[in-house]
């Protein structure tokens, strides 16, 4: 029977997936040869059984459901009923302006919520490329999403990879797996037989779909396509990811649920007790509505757009690209801070930080591939590579044994190869040594799994060949005889030496290569059989080279982390934030780059760092208690960490989560606000992300993480400052209905107050600058709601004294012998007064105004000039008097309306410092 109808039956057993089955189970479980591959007709039939090898595309909302959605939330539902209130009262403008803003709000969030789609899409991008594939026996390429189970693919470096692949045949295999699981160096693959229980990322015997080859070639048969590759899995954990509402949306629509049951009982309670006295209907129903549109804020929406809107330029000043506006305040809401560590805390670019040779240990300054930076001896001096003969060679070796270049093109630097080599080549860069250095390469041995080690032969220009060798430092230094001095001559190899050094140095977390050198490798030594090889002599291989070796050094390197990393998680923590670190790379290597930035302590070890294998074996009951304690998470895989994020959600917290990978997408996209690079990360990550960094700089979150509790503060202001008038304006006509005496404000002129103080008072105070202290505050607590106690009885405060003071003015207008159109129109005026004082008070809710500078936001005194003008010509001009029924004023009259807006003013300010004396004294002795 032929493996293409064994397949039709034969599946692999649940217990036994492929990288725990041999190269020979997995073809015969797959019905594949690898010598013919599958038959042309097989892989059609498969094709049409398993479907495309694509991710699939799960349905979506269409443009009307989408943009209807827009429209969902008590906000715009009392935008609704106000613009639907001013429309039946006939004031079309103020309708117009009203509609206007929901129909803006809506096409806003259309817009960003169909950017948000393109995140799948992206997705699926990844994988389409072509793959060469052997069927019938022929080698052809056909594109990625032709490929079938039991395929068998020919690779090399530089190709993706298309599908879930278990290798066949490899020589000197690595993949850049970086994206997927968050292994900060490429991988070497061979095709040996694993433990069924071995996780993702461990599994070198499999090449997953969507990344990239970086060295060697190979044969490897497809063992899963599409949806059921490691690839789809993230593709459908994205598609579990919530779509949270943020911290501010979240509190808005509690407001506004709240604001509406308030209006609709207050203008039920004004027409009820209307009727009750026997009023005219119609006169009631004006009345009533009157005060609806009098406590409706109209002004919110632009408010918040507007400050949102602020916020976003001001991170986009600070290398922070805002998709979706919302987020602008949500990162401001941050509790915890989850981040990657690979590209995020750290460069993402290897970095020789050491060297070591029998001669003495250096440091080498610098980061990442930028060959700007020195070889230093311990008390800092330069070296001197002329004197220093065993530091020369390290240099050497290292630059020699490499199949990296080096690339320098705008002043930015990057490695084609694998990035350990390209820290190899900077480090001899460092020193003064570069390509033209390196003797014509004549032979290699590459890397591999069995042997841990590279060789190349060279012969200089006299015919000298020498090998150099790089590679493990137990398997390197079992093949030396003897050691470099710093004169030059081989002395014994002091083995202890050796060993001493490499555990100081791997307590820093670096990694350590060995390197050795054997010059006149023309001789065969004892044991070699002699054979036709590039040497003449005999091949170049272990045996050449083995008890021959001098050890000229070792050199250790690390990803380092940026610059501004530590400074960051110090800033984090000054303000409230826990820091996380959730990674898919080494236990080892992620504590020691946390012990550098501050995230641990200095004497922390893998000890007290959670790996992705014992966070699934702890206790559903222990894991919270778990994961609220512990700082770092390796080796977890997208599945861990979007759990992750769920976990710190279900206990309360707002969560910042930012990454790169592919491995990342959906836990960005569950977090509260997901943070993704914008030069390393890919666009999968991108997409998912609501806040995309620029350079990559986890100091720039902290620079958000600012901007984005300024805006919090200013939305804070404009409420605290706007909804004392809206409630003193809805208290004002109810208590003329229960008093049956007529309204001081009309509709109209309710409106015109709303829409004209919002909008060129409030919106100044978006503007506002950040205050001092907004980076030592504790992030406010989720559960607070957007108006504390504290606030609120301010403004009830300022509520209270706009009613008595609009009815002791205009009674005492109407005393004085005023007419009604004047009576109301002064207290149109004592409305718009006392919002221009309290709007100076409420640049900060705890400070005195004359601590921040009259000038420090020019924005406010622009609005107070315009609303004044604007006063002016409600009051005097006759188009506007006939349009509000407002008549003019004389000096007397102004004289009453300032002298009552001062006093309302200076009340305000005596509560303020009392309260924030109170406050301040209470934390002291907290």
Request: hydrophobic share 50%; charged share 20%.
């Amino acid at each position: 029977m032929s493996p293409d109808v064994l397949a039709r039956d034969a599946q692999p057993p649940d217990t036994q997936p492929p990288h725990a089955l041999s190269r020979f189970e997995a073809l015969l479980l797959h019905g594949s040869d690898d010598a013919r591959g599958l038959s042309a007709a097989e892989a059609t039939d498969r094709l049409h059984r398993f479907g495309a090898n694509e991710l699939p595309v799960g349905a979506t909302a269409g443009p009307l459901l989408r943009l209807g959605r827009q429209v969902h939330s008590p906000l715009i539902y009392v935008l609704l009923v106000a613009g639907a209130v001013t429309a039946a009262l006939g004031e079309h403008v103020d309708s117009a302006v009203i509609f206007g803003v929901v129909v803006l709000n809506a096409v806003v969030g259309f817009v960003q919520e169909a950017k948000a789609e393109a995140s799948l899409s992206a997705l699926r991008a990844m994988v389409r490329t072509d793959a060469r594939v052997l069927r019938d026996g022929q080698v052809g390429v056909v594109p990625s999403e032709h490929l079938v189970p039991g395929d068998v693919v020919l690779l090399d470096a530089g190709d993706k990879v298309p599908a879930d692949l278990r290798v066949l045949r490899e020589r000197e295999l690595e993949a850049d797996e970086s994206a997927l699981t968050g292994e900060s160096l490429p991988v070497a693959k061979d095709d040996v037989v694993l433990d069924h229980r071995t996780v993702v990322a461990d599994r070198r015997n499999m090449l997953w779909s969507g990344t990239l080859l970086t060295g060697g070639s190979g044969t490897a048969v497809v063992v899963a396509t599409g949806a059921d590759t490691e690839l789809g899995a993230v593709h459908r954990l994205i598609g579990t990811a919530e779509h949270l509402a943020t911290p501010l949306t979240r509190k808005l629509g509690v407001l506004s649920g709240q604001l509406t049951v308030v209006i609709l009982g207050l203008a039920a309670l004004t027409f009820g007790v209307g009727m009750l006295r026997g009023a005219d209907g119609s006169d009631v129903f004006v009345a009533a509505v009157a005060l609806a549109v009098a406590a409706i804020p109209e002004g919110l929406p632009a408010a918040m757009t507007v400050t949102l809107a602020v916020g976003v330029n001001r991170m986009a000043r600070r290398r922070a690209v805002v998709r979706r506006m919302p987020a602008v305040e949500t990162l401001g809401s941050t509790t915890v801070l989850c981040t990657d560590k690979t590209g995020t805390l750290t460069e993402n670019q290897m970095t020789v930080r050491a060297l070591w040779t029998p001669a003495g240990s250096y440091d080498v300054t610098g980061s990442g591939y930028d060959p700007d930076g020195a070889v230093l001896r311990p008390d800092t001096s330069p070296v001197d590579l002329s004197a220093d003969r065993a530091l020369e060679a390290c240099l050497r070796a290292g630059l020699s044994c490499n199949d990296a270049q080096l690339v320098g093109e705008g002043g930015v630097w990057t490695v084609l190869g694998d990035p350990t080599e390209g820290a190899l080549l900077v480090s001899a860069a460092k020193a003064g040594l570069g390509p033209d250095d390196v003797a014509p390469r004549v032979d290699t041995m590459p890397f591999s799994c069995d042997r841990q080690w590279m060789a190349t032969l060279h012969e200089d220009a006299d015919g000298v060949r020498t090998a150099y060798v790089k590679g493990a430092v137990e398997r390197v230094v079992a093949m030396c005889a003897g050691a470099r001095a710093a004169d030059g001559r081989v002395v014994d190899l002091d083995v202890e030496a050796v060993h001493a050094a490499v555990e100081r140095l791997a307590e820093d977390g670096l990694r350590l290569l060995a390197l050795a050198v054997v010059t006149d490798v023309d001789a065969v030594p004892d044991g070699v059989p002699s054979g036709e090889g590039l040497l003449g002599e005999a091949p170049f291989d272990e045996g050449l080279l083995s008890g021959r070796l001098v050890l000229v050094g070792l050199q250790a390197m690390l990803d380092p982390p940026r610059a501004d990393a530590s400074a960051a998680v110090r800033a984090f923590r000054t303000a409230g934030i826990d820091v996380k670190m959730i990674t898919g790379d080494h236990a080892a290597t992620a504590v020691a780059v946390a012990r550098r930035i501050g995230l641990v302590d200095g004497e922390a070890t893998t000890v007290g760092v959670l790996t992705g294998e014992q966070l699934a074996q702890l206790p559903a009951s222990e894991r919270p208690e778990a994961v609220a304690r512990t700082a770092v998470f390796a080796r977890v895989s997208p599945e861990q960490k979007l759990d992750l994020v769920r976990a710190l959600q279900d206990r309360g917290h707002v969560v910042a989560m930012t990454g790169d990978g592919v491995n990342d997408a959906p836990a960005l996209q569950q977090a509260d606000i997901g943070v993704a690079m914008g030069r390393g990360g890919t666009e999968v990550a991108k997409e998912a992300a609501d806040i995309v960094l620029t350079d990559d700089d986890v100091a720039t979150i902290e620079a958000a993480v600012e901007e984005g509790r300024g805006v919090f503060d200013n939305l804070t202001k404009f409420l605290v400052w706007t909804l004392p008038t809206n409630g003193g304006q809805a208290l004002v006509v109810l208590v003329a209905v229960l008093a049956g005496v007529a309204l001081p404000i009309l509709p109209g002129q309710v409106l015109w107050i709303n829409m004209t103080t919002a909008v060129v008072l409030g919106l100044t105070l978006a503007f506002e600058p950040k205050e001092a202290d907004i980076m030592r505050r504790p992030p406010r607590d989720p559960a607070q709601p957007l108006v504390t106690g504290r606030l609120a009885r301010r403004m009830l405060l300022v509520a209270v004294l706009l009613v008595g003071a609009t009815w002791v003015l205009f009674g005492w207008e109407r005393s004085a012998g005023a007419s009604l159109p004047q009576a109301r129109t002064a207290a149109v005026n004592l409305f718009v007064a006392v919002s221009i004082l309290y709007l100076f008070s409420c640049r900060s809710l705890t400070r005195p105004a004359r601590e921040l500078g009259l000038l420090s936001n020019r924005w406010v005194l622009g609005g107070v000039a315009v609303q004044v003008l604007a006063q002016l010509a409600l009051t005097y001009l006759p188009p506007m008097q006939a349009l509000f029924h407002t008549a003019g004023l004389d000096t007397v009259s102004w004289l009453r309306v300032l002298g009552l807006a001062a006093l309302c003013a200076g009340v305000v300010g005596v509560e303020k410092s009392i309260t924030t004396r109170r406050v301040r004294a209470t934390a002291g002795r907290g």
